[in-house]
């Protein structure tokens, strides 16, 4: 349970909102959104600052930036944004919503560029002007192991721009189709599926159609790991938006929200704690923008330059 994984990354970058609120440009498509209280910028906040209080505590290397304008209200989400990846690269994507295109930080990118051995920044944003979209790892969910990018095609995630990434990246692209119970497509991959080293959390019912269910579902088997189908009820509870991380002495945790914690069965925990320790975040706030723990967390597939 605590072997080294490629999957699971010791560090993460979190982004801590102070002006947070659900974004009317991203309403339209993103299912999981709601309407939020006047007060909810603070509770964001706070949400934040436990979530990384309790990754530090696990043994996770958390870096913490600031958004204090109000300019973007979904900068809690930087995994859209940028990714990095074993070998020093790093890749920023375009974004679907205007207002959140300003996300895009060159302070992280210096950052991780004097933290890290970044080798190359690949910079695909410039194709927002084409309307070409593909919102990172939101977009697809990476197994950097079998080195397979599963893609849920929608307005921002295009399949020419997938086959673009796995080209430079060096990843397989198994693009999909995947909708709620009314027909809605699901707007990220993350938000139904998540890879871990033994594991994948799947929303099996919405990949459609059904003969396409069962090759995803195989192909993952065939990359040995045991896939826990979720109901919509449970990615609609954000089961399914976690990410396997490494803790301290190399132990293999999933960092999840506790609204989709709560939402597992007792067998599914089982499962689950096969191979890696739950740690559920409190993050309730933050979920109603329409995103949750894999949303809120970049992880760093860097070499540290202390190492």
């Known amino acids: 349970m605590s072997a080294i994984s490629a999957q699971a990354p010791g560090a993460v970058l979190l982004i801590r909102p102070h002006r947070f609120r659900p974004n009317p440009q991203t309403a339209a498509d993103n299912t999981f959104q709601r309407e939020a209280g006047h007060d909810v910028a603070r509770a964001a906040y706070d949400a934040c600052t436990r979530?990384?209080?309790?990754?530090?505590?696990?043994?996770?290397?958390?870096?913490?930036?600031?958004?204090?304008?109000?300019?973007?209200?979904?900068?809690?989400?930087?995994?859209?944004?940028?990714?990095?990846?074993?070998?020093g690269r790093v890749a920023v994507y375009p974004m679907y919503a205007p207002n959140r295109?300003?996300?895009?930080?060159?302070?992280?990118?210096?950052?991780?560029?004097?933290?890290?051995?970044?080798?190359?920044?690949?910079?695909?944003?410039?194709?927002?002007?084409?309307?070409?979209?593909?919102?990172?790892?939101?977009?697809?969910?990476?197994d950097h192991v079998a080195r397979i990018a599963y893609?849920?095609?929608?307005?921002?995630?295009?399949?020419?721009?997938?086959?673009?990434?796995?080209?430079?990246f060096g990843y397989e692209p198994v693009v999909f189709d995947a909708v709620d119970s009314g027909g809605t497509p699901i707007y990220h991959t993350n938000v139904m599926m998540c890879i871990g080293t033994d594991i994948a959390l799947i929303g099996v019912d919405s990949i459609v159609p059904v003969e396409r269910r069962a090759q995803i579902v195989r192909r993952i088997e065939e990359s040995g790991r045991t896939v826990i189908a979720l109901t919509e009820a449970q990615v609609a509870s954000f089961s399914g938006n976690?990410?396997?991380?490494?803790?301290?002495?190399?132990?293999?945790?999933?960092?999840?929200?506790?609204t989709g914690a709560d939402a597992l069965t007792a067998a599914q925990r089982a499962t689950i704690e096969r191979s890696c320790r739950i740690l559920s975040l409190d993050i309730a706030?933050?979920?109603?923008?329409?995103?949750?723990?894999?949303c809120m967390i970049a992880g760093i597939h860097l070499d540290p330059r202390d190492s």
Request: aromatic letters at 8%.
């Open 242 to 258: 976690a990410i396997e991380l490494r803790g301290h002495d190399g132990e293999r945790i999933l960092a999840i929200s506790q």
């Open 285 to 294: 706030p933050i979920e109603l923008a329409g995103g949750s723990a894999r």
């Open 101 to 142: 295109r300003g996300e895009r930080r060159a302070d992280v990118i210096e950052f991780l560029k004097l933290s890290y051995r970044v080798q190359e920044v690949i910079d695909y944003s410039g194709l927002e002007q084409d309307d070409l979209f593909l919102e990172g790892t939101g977009a697809m969910v990476l």
């Open 51 to 87: 979530a990384a209080e309790r990754l530090v505590q696990a043994g996770v290397r958390v870096h913490l930036f600031e958004d204090e304008g109000d300019a973007h209200p979904d900068s809690v989400f930087p995994n859209n944004w940028f990714s990095t990846h074993a070998g």
């Open 151 to 168: 893609a849920v095609r929608s307005r921002r995630c295009d399949p020419l721009l997938v086959e673009r990434f796995c080209t430079a």
